[in-house]
Nanobody
Framework: QVQLVESGGGLVQAGGSLRLSCAAS????????MGWFRQAPGKEQEFVATISKSSIITRYADSTKGRFTISRDNAKNTVYLQMNSLKPEDTAVYYC???????????????WGQGTQVTVSS
């Protein structure tokens, strides 16, 4: 089992930045690929970014490419999402997830955090 806890969400003005963190505990020696997803009110959960175990591979949704950066520190069992140039449409609950595949599909992830709210005001 892997437990994931997100932090770093909050309220920010459009154009601002936030950095989300996701701390993993439990069987992290299994070394999972990690992803970030988000869900806005009344919308489906959507892929944001993913990173491979060794950080060599990263992938982003078109809506976040060039503004968001995913990274990880395996020594700290933590994955990050640096979000710059935030827009009101980025407002959502952000979830981190762990899985065995590098994927944009939520069904490919086995473990999920509880989510952290990000609100971007215009």
């Amino acid at each position: 089992q892997v437990q994931l806890v997100e932090s770093g969400g909050g309220l920010v003005q459009a154009g601002g930045s936030l950095r989300l963190s996701c701390a993993a505990s439990g069987r992290t020696d299994s070394s999972y690929n990690m992803g970030w997803f988000r869900q806005a009110p009344g919308k489906e959960q959507e892929f944001v970014a993913t990173i491979s175990k060794s950080s060599i591979i990263t992938r982003y949704a078109d809506s976040t490419k060039g503004r968001f950066t995913i990274s990880r520190d395996n020594a700290k069992n933590t994955v990050y999402l640096q979000m710059n140039s935030l827009k009101p449409e980025d407002t959502a609950v952000y979830y981190c997830a762990a899985g065995s595949a590098i994927s944009s599909r939520k069904n490919d992830y086995d473990y999920w955090g509880q989510g952290t709210q990000v609100t971007v005001s215009s």
